[in-house]
């Protein structure tokens, strides 16, 4: 028995600090209008992918998106916001997880429209989504990255 228990407590120092603690999830909040399934799908989705999300209904959504700066050209279906920046519509979670790891110097993401096979939307997708950044500046939104 003295013998299991060293054997234990040798795991334990080696590797113990990785051992019973949970991952910490990335708090998000996903503004949406009431009764929105899509905007419930993509909320599911942030969940499933690691993200703890909190889903605010709300009956105006233009003005979230102005509060974050989102212009017309870039506006989703719902507003997701994390950390300081504003995730635009049915953004697939590589892109927001390299945006978490890179934090460029933008406003966020958009998937502009509710894109066929984006994660929430029904459908088959069929080619990569261009992913666009939000930005201050006027013109065509730079490209961010296509997944």
């Known amino acids: 028995m003295k013998k299991l228990a060293l054997v234990f407590a040798s795991l334990m ?11 910490e999830k990335t708090a998000a909040t ?9 905007c419930d799908a993509y909320a599911d989705y942030l969940r499933a992918n690691g993200f ?10 233009t ?3 102005k509060t974050y700066g989102v212009r017309q050209d870039l506006a989703g279906c719902h507003s997701t916001v994390i950390g300081k920046y504003v995730i635009e519509g049915h953004v697939p979670v590589g892109a927001i997880k390299r945006l978490l790891a890179e934090h460029p110097d933008i406003k966020g993401i958009s998937l ?7 994660p929430g939307m029904s459908g088959t997708k069929e080619a990569p989504f261009e992913v666009l950044s939000i930005t201050d500046k006027d013109g065509p939104a730079p490209v961010y990255t296509k997944e």
């Open 13 to 23: 120092l080696v590797f113990g600090p990785g051992l019973g603690v949970a991952q």
């Open 30 to 38: 996903l503004y949406k209008k009431p009764g929105c399934l899509c």
């Open 52 to 61: 703890h999300v909190t889903v605010v209904e709300h009956p105006n959504m």
């Open 63 to 65: 003005m979230i998106k």
């Open 112 to 118: 502009p429209g509710m894109p066929q096979g984006s």
